[in-house]
């Protein structure tokens, strides 16, 4: 009897707990996987596509999204990794309870102070084609979601006034962006470089990035714009299929389930259902062997 081929990977990452909910509340038969180093992801299916999505919330940060992803990328080997969540907006014509697809991702931080000035030195990493294509078809048939496909500034920084120098700077140097948030081109640089894994940032607009933010957030935006995002995240991937003949990588490595149905990583071997034949040296689980 042959052995059905699991289901490929999707990595969906978000920075605050409002947005890794929106995601949550759309995949079924969920279970907890942990990292050996701590890192916990929920994997469960994603009804209506042939992916699995695997969740984590990685907390706020570039840096921090950058090394989390890379390590989750190296566990889980993922075909595809979405980062989601929300954003404020740059632009007059993008509002709050928009989404904003990352055609691509600018680093604003980069650059040389000289006497003259700061030398901006661009970094900008594009989202996949594939994924992007995959959205731009599935919003087409959202008539509640007003999608806008535009590059997104990644800074360390939360943007609460509009006429502030950092704003000024985004305008200047980066005119084109049409959101901005924290996390995503350290995500998206994670993904090129472990395996250049198809990437995307998608992101719902819960303010303008000016002195209204407070208020808007306090009215619920966030969790507005965190719900269409992940709406629009579970949209494209219904359109985007996985690569022919492969499933998920990570079923030549397995995390390993303990009591409770969580599974951890870790260096012991699991004997359930076989025979093994030679010598092997172990430890007692209670930690005294």
Do not use: C
């Not at 509340?25 to 596509?49: N, Q």
């Not at 102070?113 to 700061?118: A, D, R, V």
């Not at 609460?160 to 924290?182: K, L, Q, T």
Request: hydrophobic fraction near 40%; proline fraction near 5%; charge should be negative.
């Amino acid at each position: 009897m042959s052995v059905p081929e699991p289901q490929p990977t999707v990595l969906v990452l978000t920075a605050l707990p409002l947005e890794y909910d929106a995601v949550r509340a759309h995949v079924e038969e969920r279970e907890e996987l942990v990292h050996p180093d701590g890192t916990r992801v929920e994997r469960g299916r994603l009804p209506g596509t042939p992916w699995r999505i695997a969740l984590s919330e990685l907390g706020v940060g570039a840096d921090r999204a950058a090394a989390l992803t890379s390590q989750l990328v190296n566990w889980l080997h993922p075909q595809a990794v979405l980062f989601v969540g929300v954003a404020g907006s740059l632009k007059d014509d993008i509002g709050i309870g928009d989404v904003v697809v990352g055609t691509q991702v600018y680093e604003i931080h980069g650059g040389k102070q000289t006497p003259e000035g700061f030398l901006v030195r661009p970094k900008a990493l594009p989202g996949s084609h594939a994924l992007e294509q995959a959205a731009r078809s599935a919003v087409r048939d959202m008539l509640d979601v007003r999608a806008h496909f535009v590059p997104i500034a990644t800074g360390d920084v939360v943007l609460a006034d509009a006429r502030s120098e950092i704003a000024r700077f985004v305008r200047g140097h980066y005119n084109d962006a049409g959101a901005i948030e924290m996390e995503g081109f350290g995500a998206l640089q994670a993904a090129h470089l472990n395996g250049r894994v198809n990437a995307l940032v998608v992101r719902g607009i819960s303010d303008r990035a000016d002195d209204g933010k407070s208020r808007a957030d306090a009215s619920g935006s966030q969790q507005r714009a965190a719900r269409q995002a992940a709406s629009v995240t579970v949209a494209l991937l219904g359109k985007h299929r996985p690569r022919e003949g492969s499933g998920s990588a990570d079923s030549e490595e397995e995390p390993h389930r303990g009591r409770g149905g969580t599974a951890y990583g870790g260096d012991h071997i699991d004997f359930r259902g076989g025979t093994f034949h030679g010598p092997v040296v172990g430890k007692r689980v209670d930690g005294r062997g």
